[in-house]
Every structure is written in structure tokens, then in C-alpha cells.
């Protein structure tokens, strides 16, 4: 495969969109987009505020539009009132009630529509009842549940009663779960008995239960329950109560709890560079600007489309193009359950027939994956509905980009590599499908009103042709408002004083080639992206430490990996004498379920390798470069003169 990989790399052509592309493209045309851009130049306030007149639905228009007097807390639109789940649900009760606003297609085939009516009927129901229950405007409400339409539901009626919620991924472990509930002070969970994957029935409650037993957690006075296995567990009365007993005799309407603009929508927890977590807060009036007019640009969405994210929505990605963006701009959308490649490796194709999918948006690792488990299955099925594919989450190599184009898209769609991030809120840098000629592997132009660029360690614009920082020069409406409870922390991460504390510090790496396109290179600290999840080097390394029994010092680093992006590879020193042999290889399993359960799975070391010690220069500083090396295999070219101990970097080769 790596001289392919090779050979595509020198992939020099550009896949312009075809014409009739472009004249129905709701941006047509390179003139078009340099208009608005333009625009935004001139104008920036102004660009803005008509977007966020023309896009949302006000309570109270707004009157000011940037507030920069306490920067980097930056406001937008803060004087306007609005609700998220108006305007994501009540602005369609007129003109199109019965149409379909989600397609759910469960782990096991079976398939459920629900109107806007419906799904408004059931956001209004539960959020009569999450009142009931007292949870209320400014109350934040974790939510841990499995992809259905209940998450969104969940998140839908948080918004509408102005409560913050804060949804985490159903892989994570109860310490993580017991961690967020801590950080975000919430006060209720919303949660299933369980979720099925893959044939598979996983539970999530005890996670809850787990979690709340560990202390900290004394706030929550409420845990909800959706039914969607039916195993039998423990419910402890009167704090948690069946969704169905919740909803039950609710009426169908719920008059939305108007918030300001900054009002905080959700808190989302994302990995940083050091072991503990950031609660990344979003706005409501900003954010849902974004999600609407990235629906638009990006994946030119038109009442007709069906449009599908393969995403879950305990990632951003399930937030902005799940459970908000689609439902603002009033498409149907397909959400789905299962996993790619059950029953077999053909489900996204035959799901993509059977739905009349036209916009399809998903990570490069699943079409890795897709690729390797079935790269000529999409030709058993029709696709001729497609019309644009997406990519997000970590850099598509050209290979899988080439195979996406060809084989999905029937070399006829257009690919949106979309880079953007937790705190981004939604698409920032992206080819826009009717006026860019695509470039594979490169996300290439920011959008209009995103102020974009490549700069070196001074700050200064590194011009084409060039590698450097990325950074995003002015503030955008849905961008990260706070850490959440750690604004010492946002401002230390995002705007630092290496440059003035003026531009946005995105933690990438990129390059512009001779014409400007951006070209991500992958992250600058210490994050990992392993299948375009998002994971700390420092938080796998204070899982492993916390193993007082067998772990004395850890180090994590990243490996590339053909199919998961990275790898994470973990070098360990134990308490006790270095292990080896099947001593070794037992040890390195105990480890690995360590960390799943300190995090979650997404979380486990692909690789563990045991040492007397790491490799430290004399001042105790553990030298990372010198473990990616190894990690990677690669002969040792850097200096080791500064080395403490150089006779384990043999001990530390060896694999298991
Ligand atoms: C990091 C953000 C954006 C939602 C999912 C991930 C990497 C994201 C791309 C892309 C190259 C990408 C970056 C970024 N990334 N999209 N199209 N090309 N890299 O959100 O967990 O906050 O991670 O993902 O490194 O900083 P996230």
C-alpha cells in the first residue's frame, strides 16, 4: 500500500466541480465566494450580523453585534433573545410539519420516521417533564446515551428549557462520566438502560450508577432513563424515573425559555495537553449561526436532500451536523445506531441506497476501515443518489481520498474535507462543493467571514509554499466562549501570549501550498488524534500512573497507523522488576483495561513497552522526541548526548 500512498501523494490534479454543479450550488462559483468574502472584509460586523438576521429566528433582535471590550471572552449578538429548539423545530410547524426530519435506522435494520411535528411533540413533552423534575434555565444535564432519537430529543429539550447540556460519548468509562459531572456541576443525567452495537447489547446505566457512587456527584437529584434494551437494572427511587413515566401525560406544547445569545448551549468535554479534560463552552445565537450556514455553504443543502452524518453525538461533530444544524435548515437527515460494518462491511452502502442518501459526511478512518474490510462493496449498490460526500476529524491520506471520490462518489460528488474543531463550534476551513477545484488531502480555503492563517513561531504570515502555526485571526461567532469554570485556562490555551494574545491558537500544524491552500499537518502539542478522536498524551499517562500498583512512570506518545490516523504507544516502568516474556504481554492487557476503564476504550495503548526507566535528559526531563522515534521503529538520528541513560533505548525497542 505505501507506494500508492507514494504515488498519490504526487497527485497534482485538481477536480474541479462540474458545471452543473456549480449553477445550482447555493455558492456558485469561485466569483461568488470571493464576493462574500470580500464582503466580510469590508465589513466584518456586518457580514455577521445580516447572516445572523437572515439565518435565525430572533425573540429580541439583537442591537450590538461583536463585543471585543473583554477579550478573548469575546460576545456576539449579545443583547438578542432566542431559543435553539425554536429554531430548530417550531420554525417548521408551519410551512413543513410532515416532513421528515429524522430517519433512524436501528443497529438491527429497523427503521422509524418522525416528522418536525412529531419530533417537536416529543422535545416538548420531555422538556415539560425535565421541568417537572426541576431541572431549569441554567441547570446542566449530562447526557449519556446511544444514537437514537431520544439523544436528540434530550439535547433538543435542554435548549428549549434553557438548560446546559453536556453530552458524553457512551464509550466513555463512569470515572470519566463521574469526572464531568463534577467539573460541570450538573444536576441531572439523561440516559438509557443500554445500546446496542454490532449485535451487541452494551450497557450504559451501571456506568451512571458507578459513577455516582464515587462521590462528588451529590447534585444530581434526577436520573432519566430511555428504555431501548429492556435488560433489567437497578433503578434507585426516587432519583431516577423511566423516560416513559417522564413523558408520560405530558402536554405537546412547551413554550420555549428564551436565552440571550451568550446564553451556554452545552458544554463539551475535549481533550487537552494536559491530564485533565476541558469543558469547551459553546453560545447559543453564535453556534447556531454557524451549524445554519455551514448546512448551507458546505454541504449546499436543499429541501430535497437527505442528508446523513455518520457521526455520534457525543462528539461535536454529532452536535453541529446532528442534532442542530440539519434540524435548523429543516432537512432530513438519517441517524443511525449500528456500527460500518455490521452486519458486514456494506452497511453505509446499502443504507446509502436504501435511504436515497445525498449528502454523505463521515471520518477518514471509517473509510479506511471500509476500504480494507470491503473496498469493492459500494459497487454492489446503488449510490447514484450521492451528491457530496464530506471528511472530517483528522487528515484524509489521498489514497482513501482517491478510493471516496472514485468508488463512492462515482468520481461525480464533490468532497468536502472539513477541518474544524470542538471549539470551533462548526466548519472553519473546507472546500466549498460548487466553487473550489479539490485538491485531495487538503481542506484547502476558510470559509467567508473566517479569518484564517499560517504563521510562524513570531506570528508573522509564513506566505505560500510554506508550513507554520495555524491561527485564526479574528474572532467567529460560534467559536469557544470559555473553558467551562477555567478561564485562566481558555485564554492560557487559545490566545497566548506568544502572539500578543491576539490570534486564536487552533494546536495545528499546516501548510500553503503555491496557490494557498491549507494543508493540515496534524497537531503541534500534545494531543492525539487515533480514528479522529481526540485523546491527551497526559491524560493516558496519569490513567496508567494512577495504577499505584504496577506503574511507577509513564510516558504516551503517537505512532501513525494506517487505519486509526495514530496509534497510541505507551512506555511503561513498572513498580516491580521489568517484566517480559508472557509476564510482559499479561501485564500489558491488565494496563490496557486500566485505561479503558479510567477513560474508555478509545483510550487502551496499542502498544506497551516495558523499561527500567525512560529516557531522561540530566535535568529529569523525559526526552518524547527520542520515544516517537522508537515508537515509530525509526533508527534514533537525534542527539543523545544529553542523555542520562542510554543503554534503555535498547530495553525499550523490543516489543512485546
Ligand atoms: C482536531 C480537532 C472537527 C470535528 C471532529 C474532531 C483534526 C479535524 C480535520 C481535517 C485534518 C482535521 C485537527 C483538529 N482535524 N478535521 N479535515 N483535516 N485534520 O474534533 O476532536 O475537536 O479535534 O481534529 O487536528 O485540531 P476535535
Redesign the pocket.
Known amino acids: 500500500m505505501s507506494s500508492t500512498i507514494e504515488s498519490v501523494l504526487q497527485e497534482t490534479r485538481a477536480f474541479p466541480p462540474p458545471e452543473a454543479f456549480v449553477k445550482q450550488a447555493n455558492i456558485s462559483g469561485m466569483a461568488a465566494y470571493e464576493a462574500m468574502c470580500n464582503e466580510a472584509e469590508r465589513d466584518f460586523e456586518g457580514f455577521w450580523a445580516r447572516l445572523a438576521r437572515e439565518n435565525l429566528l430572533w425573540h429580541k433582535p439583537f442591537t450590538r453585534i461583536l463585543d471585543e471590550s473583554n477579550a478573548p471572552f469575546f460576545k456576539w449578538f449579545e443583547d438578542g433573545e432566542l431559543n435553539a429548539s425554536y429554531n430548530c423545530l417550531d420554525r417548521h410547524l408551519k410551512t413543513q410539519p410532515d416532513k421528515i426530519a429524522i430517519v433512524f435506522e436501528a443497529d438491527d435494520g429497523k427503521v422509524t420516521h418522525v416528522t418536525y411535528r412529531q419530533l417537536y411533540e416529543k422535545v416538548c413533552q420531555f422538556a415539560n417533564g425535565l421541568k417537572k423534575r426541576g431541572i431549569a434555565k441554567g441547570d446542566r444535564v449530562l447526557i449519556y446515551m446511544p444514537m437514537s432519537v431520544e439523544a436528540i430529543v434530550a439535547m433538543q429539550a435542554c435548549a428549549r428549557i434553557g438548560a446546559t447540556h453536556s453530552v458524553v460519548f457512551g464509550g466513555f468509562s463512569a470515572k470519566s462520566v463521574q469526572e464531568r459531572i463534577v467539573d460541570a456541576g450538573a444536576v441531572a443525567v439523561i440516559t438509557a438502560d443500554g445500546q446496542f452495537r454490532g449485535g451487541k447489547e452494551i450497557p450504559l446505566k451501571p456506568a451512571i450508577d458507578e459513577a455516582l457512587a464515587m462521590g462528588g456527584c451529590e447534585a444530581i437529584k434526577s436520573v432519566v432513563v430511555y428504555k431501548r434494551t429492556g435488560t433489567s437494572i437497578p433503578m434507585t427511587a426516587p432519583r431516577d424515573a423511566w423516560w416513559s413515566d417522564v413523558v408520560a401525560g405530558q402536554p405537546t406544547d412547551c413554550e420555549p425559555t428564551w436565552v440571550g445569545a451568550e446564553h451556554p448551549l452545552f458544554i463539551l468535554y ?1 481533550s487537552g495537553s494536559t491530564g485533565k479534560p476541558k469543558g469547551v463552552q459553546h453560545s447559543t445565537g453564535g453556534y447556531l449561526l454557524h451549524a445554519m450556514i455551514t448546512m448551507k455553504w458546505v454541504f449546499d443543502i436543499k429541501p430535497k436532500d437527505i442528508f446523513w452524518c455518520t457521526a455520534d453525538v457525543g ?3 454529532g452536535h453541529t451536523y446532528i442534532a442542530y444544524g440539519p434540524l435548523a435548515v429543516g432537512t432530513t437527515q438519517v441517524v443511525f445506531e449500528g456500527v460500518p460494518t455490521y452486519p458486514d462491511a456494506g452497511r453505509f452502502w446499502k443504507m446509502i441506497q436504501d435511504h436515497k442518501v445525498n449528502i454523505f459526511y463521515t471520518a477518514p478512518t471509517a473509510i479506511r476501515s471500509l476500504i480494507k474490510a470491503g473496498g469493492d462493496l459500494p459497487k454492489n449498490y446503488d449510490l447514484k443518489s450521492l451528491r457530496i460526500l464530506g ?6 491520506n489521498p489514497e482513501a481520498w482517491r478510493w471516496y471520490y472514485e468508488t463512492v462518489g462515482g468520481s461525480r460528488c464533490p468532497i468536502v ?7 470551533t463550534g462548526g466548519h472553519m476551513i473546507t472546500p466549498l462543493p460548487g466553487v473550489h477545484a479539490l485538491k485531495p488531502g487538503s ?1 484547502q480555503a476558510p470559509l467567508p467571514g473566517v479569518i484564517a492563517d499560517i504563521v510562524d513561531e513570531t506570528g508573522h504570515s509564513v506566505g505560500n509554499g510554506k508550513g507554520g502555526i495555524l491561527v485564526i485571526k479574528k474572532p467567529w461567532p460560534s467559536m469557544i466562549r470559555t473553558i467551562w469554570g477555567d478561564p485562566e485556562r481558555f485564554k492560557k490555551s487559545y490566545f497566548p501570549e506568544d502572539f500578543q494574545g491576539k490570534y486564536y491558537l ?3 500544524g499546516a501548510t500553503k501550498d503555491e496557490k494557498g491552500n491549507i494543508t ?1 499537518m ?2 503541534i502539542d500534545d494531543v492525539l ?1 487515533v480514528s ?3 485523546l491527551g498524551t497526559m491524560e493516558i499517562e496519569s490513567a496508567l500512573v494512577s495504577n499505584s500498583k504496577l506503574v511507577a512512570e509513564a510516558a504516551v506518545v503517537g505512532r501513525p497507523d494506517d487505519l486509526t490516523g495514530e496509534a497510541v504507544v505507551a512506555f511503561v516502568v513498572t513498580k516491580g522488576p521489568r517484566p517480559s516474556g508472557e509476564e510482559a504481554k499479561a501485564m500489558a492487557n491488565e494496563l490496557r483495561a486500566w485505561v479503558a476503564k479510567e477513560i474508555g476504550s478509545i483510550a487502551k495503548p496499542k502498544d506497551i513497552r516495558f523499561g527500567d526507566n525512560l529516557p531522561k535528559t540530566r535535568s529529569g526531563k523525559i526526552m518524547r522526541r527520542l520515544l516517537r522515534s522508537i515508537a515509530k521503529g525509526e533508527a534514533i538520528t537525534q542527539d543523545v548526548s544529553t542523555l542520562e541513560n542510554p543503554a534503555i533505548l535498547d530495553q525499550l525497542k523490543q516489543n512485546l
Open positions: 475535549t462528539w461535536v461533530t471528511s472530517v476529524g483528522e487528515p484524509i474535507d472539513t477541518w474544524w474543531q470542538t471549539e481542506c487552533a494546536g495545528d493540515i496534524g497537531r488524534n479522529g478522536h481526540r
